[in-house]
Nanobody
Framework: QVRLVESGGGLVQPGGSLRLSCAAS????????MRWYRQSPGKLRELVAG???????NYADSVKGRFTISRDNARNTVYLQMNSLKPEDTAVYYC???????????WGQGTQVTVSS
């Protein structure tokens, strides 16, 4: 059974930082592309950042230079380091695992990030 558990969300002031974690189980982590998405009320879910099995990364233009995605295959965990946070980064952040072998896609339950003074 695939399970993705996000953690690290919370309330932070503008300009602050947070690090999200997503711990995976039930998958062969090393062959999955891992992605972070976010969704704000009334908006569609959007891709924030992704990291392939080989370590290649991609980012939404809105977070380039501020967010960094990384993965630790030994710990089956993907991280999202978020710096210089803005109020518009407020959203529920979701972890996604996409198997490069089977194309199966799995989601976590989400973690709330609120950027406010």
């Amino acid at each position: 059974q695939v399970r993705l558990v996000e953690s690290g969300g919370g309330l932070v002031q503008p300009g602050g930082s947070l690090r999200l974690s997503c711990a995976a189980s039930g998958i062969i982590f090393g062959i999955n592309t891992m992605r972070w998405y976010r969704q704000s009320p009334g908006k569609l879910r959007e891709l924030v950042a992704g990291i392939g099995s080989g370590g290649n990364t991609n980012y939404a233009d809105s977070v380039k230079g501020r967010f960094t995605i990384s993965r630790d295959n030994a710990r089956n965990t993907v991280y999202l380091q978020m710096n210089s946070l803005k109020p518009e980064d407020t959203a529920v952040y979701y972890c996604n695992a996409f198997s490069e072998a089977t194309w199966a896609s799995s989601w976590g339950q989400g973690t709330q990030v609120t950027v406010s003074s």
